[in-house]
């Protein structure tokens, strides 16, 4: 049976959902606490994430973007009012993120959630074959790494990180096949990156694209010294980006 976990305020909305959902699946239900979240998910194998927007506090936020960033193949349908789509908005432009209409239950409800299910699971047999690759984004900078999430996600498997440090803890875990990386970064800055993911010896390899802002003659001479595989000003464009990473991964 599949297993879904429902995250929010325990309210009516709440268990109208909770109660739709138990007529055919196996659920989890946790508080809008982030932190619970969190072990939650580490805990649970879940197919989708089911979570009322509907009186939520400051850790809505912070939730969703953990599921972004850790993860982002588990479809999340939310539900909620008008005012809830506004606030969370910049979600729902990401393919992850599902937007139901709080007055959406029973059958209709379990459709979208089997739907989106579907959607999710055609993306695993890719997966598992080695066919998607991995992509990298190191930036400090929350509405660049949710755009590039979006842009990135249907095709690669993506992992973002805000800082150098962060990138060189989740490497220690899996090894991207490109990176981007941004050059403007607080106290660890691109090329201070770049050197030190190049000194790692699974990272030797693996092709570097500095994506940034700074379109000064000297610095962009300076940084194509340290043998980068791409050079893109921000804003890169989607077919701009998909051209870079065909060719690099060609070459690789």
């Given amino acids: 049976m599949k297993q879904i976990l429902i995250i929010g305020k325990f309210n009516s909305v709440f268990e109208d959902i909770a109660a ?9 239900m946790c508080v809008d606490n982030v932190d619970m979240v969190k072990g939650l998910l580490r805990l649970n194998q879940l197919d989708a994430i089911v979570f009322s927007l509907m009186g939520l506090d400051t850790d809505g936020r912070k939730i969703m973007t953990e599921l972004q960033y850790n993860y982002s193949q588990l479809p999340v ?9 506004s606030i969370y908005g910049e979600f729902f432009q990401l393919p992850q993120f599902c937007w139901i209409n709080r007055d959406t239950f029973n059958q ?10 579907r959607v999710a699971e ?21 509405i660049l790494l ?28 899996k090894v991207p ?5 941004d050059c403007e970064m607080p106290i660890c800055d691109g090329k201070m990156t770049y050197k030190m993911l190049k ?23 300076d940084a194509l010294r340290l043998q980068p595989a791409g050079y893109l000003l921000k804003p890169a464009s989607k077919d701009r980006i998909y051209d870079t990473l065909r060719q690099v991964l060609q070459k690789k």
């Fill in 20 to 28: 739709t959902l138990k007529l055919e699946y196996h659920v989890q």
């Fill in 77 to 85: 349908l939310c539900v909620g009012s008008q005012i809830d789509k």
């Fill in 108 to 117: 209709e409800l379990l459709s979208i959630v089997a739907e989106r299910m």
């Fill in 122 to 142: 055609k993306m695993k047999p890719r997966e598992a074959t080695g066919e998607r690759k991995v992509v990298m984004v190191i930036d400090d900078n929350p």
């Fill in 146 to 173: 949710r755009s590039m999430n979006g842009i990135l996600s249907t095709h690669y498997d993506v992992m973002l990180a805000n800082s150098g440090m962060k990138a060189m803890t989740m490497i220690g875990q």
């Fill in 177 to 181: 096949d490109v990176v981007f990386l």
């Fill in 199 to 221: 000194d790692l010896d699974e990272m030797k390899e693996v092709p570097i694209i500095f994506l940034t802002g700074i379109n000064d003659a000297n610095y962009i001479q």
